[in-house]
């Protein structure tokens, strides 16, 4: 697995690609490549101002998202879902530094149908 940069975090299984795009322009996220169908668990960086980060899991090619869902609440702010493949990420007034939280993301793909737990790093500015 090697990681990805930017604004987007691309997700590539069998040359198709599914992204989880940040809403903000202050939000930017890196992190490893997943794998749905195989159920696995990869890491991410955050890096984001006091106004906190949207997360979304957007369908492209044949990987198909259909659902997500919050498994770890960071203990710095809150992580609202604010779609069927949204979040919202919000720092507690005043906090800055690293905040950690968990979603699973589920869906198909060319390889087969899985869920992966994505685990996330926010460095708040």
């Not at 975090?9 to 890196?30: D, E, H, Q, R, Y």
């Not at 490893?32 to 169908?37: E, I, K, Q, R, T």
């Not at 659902?67 to 979040?87: C, H, M, T």
């Amino acid at each position: 697995m090697r990681p990805s940069s930017g604004l987007l975090f691309c997700v590539a299984i069998g040359g198709m690609l599914g992204v989880a795009a940040p809403a903000f322009a202050t939000c930017s996220v890196n992190g490893d490549l997943f794998y749905m169908h195989k159920n696995d668990e990869s890491q991410h960086v955050i890096k984001t101002d006091h106004n906190g980060c949207d997360l979304s899991f957007t369908t492209a090619g044949k990987i198909q998202f259909d659902r997500a869902e919050i498994v770890d609440q960071p203990k710095n702010g809150e992580l609202s879902k604010i779609g069927v493949l949204e979040f919202r990420y919000v720092p507690s007034r005043r906090f800055r530094g690293a905040d950690a939280f968990a979603v699973r993301v589920c869906g198909t793909t060319p390889l087969g149908a899985g869920c992966s737990v994505l685990h996330y790093t926010a460095n708040v500015r």
